[in-house]
């Protein structure tokens, strides 16, 4: 039925290769624009499941508090930025970025400025600094005043018309009665003024507040035993140091990536802006946080990764040209890129967005369509040529021969990859559902267009292979019929006159000594697999791209100048948060935490791993533990809401512990975080939650880093392989013997990773399923070969021999234009995109050549029945070959499964 439905295609593309042409080229254009739409996201639902408790509770977070924090960093001497002019600029930033634009007023900027963008969009939910924090201390004490000097008055005029009655009647005059009533309003106003006294001494405040009255702004913010310009520590939230402030800007929830976008945008446009330099102390303002650094750092990826594609594809063009020796040359990489454009635009098409993993999924697929179209053109040629030039009988040959064995092939290698599903990792698992979409839209690919081209452009069909054909060969010549190209042609010949003789070479090794050559492959297999355990994995963000990526220098500009470079949050969640039993294990968990990673008000953030950040218990920490519930709820309500709001809701039933935490890898993160979780131990009734990105980036890196987790992945996939090729072949000999140099590339690719100390990362770290992806498409391809070769009735030497200058030849061709053009990633500035394009080359080149040269002893040791058990082989019986020698028995009639002519194929 394969063969028939093949037959059926590869015919059809063959009878009308224009139509079948045209009909991909629609796809692909199709393809393009919608894959054009796509946009790189690093949504927190790409790292963790949805079902996952972190996620559910970051979630939680974000729609009762906002979004991660983007910081604007403002960076000037306090003495400056809060006893002068540049206070009210601050100020106004701070309104601008809040989005508020009172009726009837133009905001700064204009109306197509950003403050009136922020003011039309509405992206944040709470913005506070400095400059907020202390106007509505100003008014909250103004109005407070007010309220008080209201009561006093009302007293006053209280005591007066009692002292009137009073006097009244005792019989005393109104005149006199009036004395007395003016005597009691007084004292009621002395002791007012006695109270409102004492108050300002008690506070030092000396004046009427003013924002504008630097008096009362130092005694607000001032300590006065720490050095001059020094803010008190419970002000941490806004004055980290003495030289700095921070305005926190919350998102509103559930913004699109594109919304988000656009509000960081904003954000730092408004900042920019001439209305809020800082001219007293000549400061200045820096945009970062975490939303800030994921898309810029998603941004600087993507666009160095297209760009370093591009380069690829110009490589893997002139390496084909020079490597492929068969018409069109080209035209395997013509498929390839059809075949990804069509992927990525059905990726778009399902709704679905561009993360990290699916980014690295291009070079993967473009180099397995490659290895496709190779494999199906190189054997198509082989058979024109057999068939003297009968493209039609070529066709069925192929697939009856050569087709079913690529697609075997490309099924394996996708259920290797299909594993990656079982991964906890959205964005690991949908990078597996992506490439097994690409693998089966590159075989079909290479099927249809790949037949229809060399139908198309066949000269008996086609005078000199019409237009298309011309197009191809001249894309070709101008790779390589130039000068340059002559050159490197040249080079090209000697290079694959000098791969074919350590190819034989190798080959008469393993057919001398297989057993020997097998006893070393799993010696050296077995030091990889113990190796891979231990294996580095690198997750430091600052390490893992370049140090001058204006992002990550941003955000160590806030750590040099705050102490941290995040936030992680506790929700806690309860009808009883107000309750002094709760409000103090609060503060005991929050205090032991920060003294137990190395914070203390004294010294401040300093090396501390986590420092304090705004909190619920920063409203009354003073005297908290003599408060009745009572008490603490009416300190509560008198904290403005545009504070409060921040740390628990209006109903009073969800509250947040912040803390600040250091940039650092995400392994050490991960252990952060589990320590944070051990000491949690909140009172009855209470559930508290970690939360936040960085929570759930160190946990999706925990998942994937895991070695055990790794080494789990591999197994499956190599049990995915085999119950692939079990269902394909129906012979366990010939399903599982491929499998043995497959499982022995996984160790021989860990050792030579721990040899070259080249760490993993968390886009390299999936890749072990690439060897086994690789492997299986080499392995398989020949050791089918092998077997057509055999059944044609050759020795078991001459069938190797035979299989090695055929389907090895084309092998070799598409191992090493893959090879080439991920070796151009090595060349980004960008480590991470660095370390993957070397871990990758490496990856291949192993598959290459452990297959090349121990699957041709396994071969031989199986037919002999020294690897696999007499009970395990099937079908099989002694035949009289060439060297005398156990061989594959040829069948009664002789097929003519395939030709003995050497050449380039499947």
Not at 316 to 344: K, Q
Not at 753 to 764: A, K, Q
Request: glycine share 8%.
């Amino acid at each position: 039925m394969v063969v028939r439905g093949l037959t059926a295609l590869m015919r059809g593309a063959a009878r009308r290769p224009l139509a079948a042409s045209v009909l991909v080229a629609v796809l692909v254009a199709a393809g393009t624009v919608l894959a054009l739409q796509l946009r790189p996201t690093a949504a927190t639902e790409t790292l963790v499941g949805k079902s996952s408790d972190s996620y559910e509770a970051t979630q939680r977070f974000y729609e009762r508090f906002g979004d991660d924090a983007v910081f604007v960093l403002v960076r000037e001497d306090l003495k400056y930025l809060a006893l002068t002019a540049d206070l009210q600029r601050v100020l106004g930033l701070e309104g601008c970025l809040s989005g508020n634009r009172p009726a009837g007023v133009v905001p700064r900027g204009g109306e197509n400025g950003p403050c009136a963008r922020l003011a039309r969009t509405k992206p944040t939910k709470v913005v506070f600094g400095p400059g907020t924090f202390l106007n509505t201390a100003v008014t909250q004490i103004a109005e407070e005043f007010g309220r008080e000097q209201q009561r006093a008055a009302e007293r006053g005029a209280s005591a007066a018309e009692a002292a009137r009655r009073l006097a009244r009647s005792q019989g005393k005059s109104t005149a006199e009665a009036r004395r007395l009533g003016e005597q009691a309003r007084e004292l009621v106003n002395a002791e007012f003024t006695r109270n409102l006294l004492l108050l300002a001494t008690k506070y030092g405040v000396t004046s009427l507040p003013q924002l504008n009255n630097p008096d009362f702004v130092s005694n607000i913010i001032f300590d006065d035993s720490r050095p001059v310009g020094c803010p008190k520590a419970r002000f941490a939230y806004i004055l980290p140091s003495c030289t700095t402030a921070l305005i926190t800007v919350r998102l509103n929830p559930g913004l699109s990536e594109g919304d988000k976008q656009r509000a960081i945008a904003d954000i730092r446009a408004a900042v920019a802006m001439p209305d809020w330099r800082l001219e007293n102390g000549k400061g200045t303002y820096v945009v970062t946080g975490a939303p800030v650094v994921v898309a810029d750092l998603t941004d600087a990826i993507t666009d160095s990764i297209i760009w370093l594609i591009v380069g690829a594809l110009a490589v893997m063009a002139l390496t084909l040209a020079l490597v492929f020796r068969a018409r069109l040359r080209l035209l395997p990489l013509v498929v390839a890129l059809a075949a990804t454009a069509v992927t990525f635009g059905v990726l778009s098409l399902v709704g679905a967005s561009l993360t990290m993993a699916s980014i690295a999924v291009l070079p993967i697929l473009i180099g397995l369509a490659v290895d496709y179209a190779i494999q199906l053109h190189a054997r198509l040629e082989e058979e024109r040529r057999a068939a003297a030039g009968d493209l039609d009988r070529a066709i069925d040959r192929v697939a009856a021969a050569g087709a079913p064995t690529v697609v075997t092939a490309a099924v394996a290698t996708a259920a290797g990859f299909l594993v990656l599903v079982l991964s906890p990792v959205p964005m690991v698992r949908g990078f597996g559902i992506l490439l097994v979409l690409g693998i089966a839209l590159a075989l079909l690919a290479a099927l249809v267009l790949g037949t229809a081209v060399l139908a198309g452009t066949d000269g008996r069909r086609l005078p000199d292979g019409g237009p298309l054909g011309a197009a191809l060969r001249g894309a070709g010549e101008l790779v390589v019929d130039n000068p340059v190209g002559r050159g490197v042609r040249r080079g090209g010949g000697a290079l694959r006159a000098r791969a074919a003789r350590i190819g034989r070479r190798g080959l008469a090794l393993a057919t001398a000594r297989p057993g020997r050559v097998v006893a070393v492959a799993l010696a050296v297999a077995v030091a990889g697999w113990a190796i891979d355990t231990g294996a580095e994995v690198e997750s430091d963000i600052q390490k893992l791209v370049p140090r001058d990526l204006p992002a990550i220098t941003d955000l160590q500009a806030l750590q040099e100048s705050t102490g941290v470079g995040g936030e992680i949050d506790v929700v806690i969640t309860s009808d009883r948060l107000t309750d002094p039993a709760v409000v103090r294990w609060m503060t005991s968990y929050q205090d032991t935490l920060l003294k137990r990673f190395g914070y203390s008000a004294k010294r401040g953030c300093g090396k501390a791993e986590l420092c304090p950040a705004f909190s619920l218990p920063d409203l009354f920490r003073s005297g908290t533990a003599n408060r009745s519930r009572a008490q603490i709820e009416a300190l509560l309500d008198a904290v403005p809401p545009y504070f409060s709001q921040g740390v628990i809701t209006a109903d009073k039933r969800t509250a947040s512990l912040a803390f600040g935490i250091r940039l650092m890898s995400l392994e050490r993160q991960q252990e952060v975080i589990d320590l944070m979780r051990d000491t949690l131990d909140p009172p009855a009734g209470v559930r508290a939650e970690l939360a936040g990105l960085p929570v759930l980036a160190a946990e999706a890196n925990a998942a994937v880093a895991s070695p055990w987790r790794r080494a789990g992945t591999l197994i499956a996939g190599l049990v995915a392989v085999a119950l692939v090729l079990l269902v394909a072949f129906r012979d366990r000999r010939r399903a599982l013997v491929p499998l043995v140099p497959i499982a022995f590339a996984t160790g021989w690719s860990a050792l030579i990773l721990f040899l070259t100390r080249i760490p993993l990362n968390p886009m390299s770290v999936t890749l072990g399923a690439l060897v086994i992806a690789i492997s299986t498409e080499f392995s398989v391809l020949l050791s089918e070969r092998y077997r057509q070769e055999r059944l044609a009735g050759h020795p078991p030497e001459e069938a190797l021999r035979r299989t090695y200058a055929s389907t090895g030849a084309a092998v070799r061709a598409s191992g090493i234009t893959a090879i080439a053009g991920f070796a151009v990633l090595v060349l980004s500035d960008i480590r991470m995109l660095r370390d993957f394009g070397a871990v990758t080359v490496i990856d291949l080149t192993v598959s290459l050549l452990g297959v090349l040269l121990v699957l041709p002893a396994v071969l031989l040791l199986a037919e002999r029945g020294e690897l696999v058990p007499a009970r395990l082989r099937r079908g099989t019986r002694a035949g009289a070959g060439s060297t005398g020698r156990p061989r594959i028995p040829l069948p009664r009639r002789k097929q003519q499964v395939a030709t003995a002519t050497p050449g380039e194929g499947t």
